[in-house]
């Protein structure tokens, strides 16, 4: 499964509310602040990620993507 930036936000809600927070209602954030972890992770692992291969006719560092 590729990363995605919507199924880590579910997954990131779905922990905050086994935790007590509130994702509903109107001056409820922690839905924008999953989000917001989600959106930061994604972007982080994708634009600085690399992947070491040590051995084969593949070896090298590669970019995750």
Known sequence: MAL???SLKEKLETEL??????LDGEFA???KFAE???NAVVDEI???A???VTSG???GSYKVT
Do not use: D, E, Y
């Open 50 to 52: 690399q992947v070491p």
């Open 17 to 22: 509310k086994a935790q007590g927070f509130v």
């Open 36 to 38: 917001a972890i989600a």
């Open 29 to 31: 954030m922690a839905s």
């Open 46 to 48: 994708t634009g600085n």
């Open 57 to 59: 006719s593949s070896a």
């Open 4 to 6: 995605s930036k919507s």
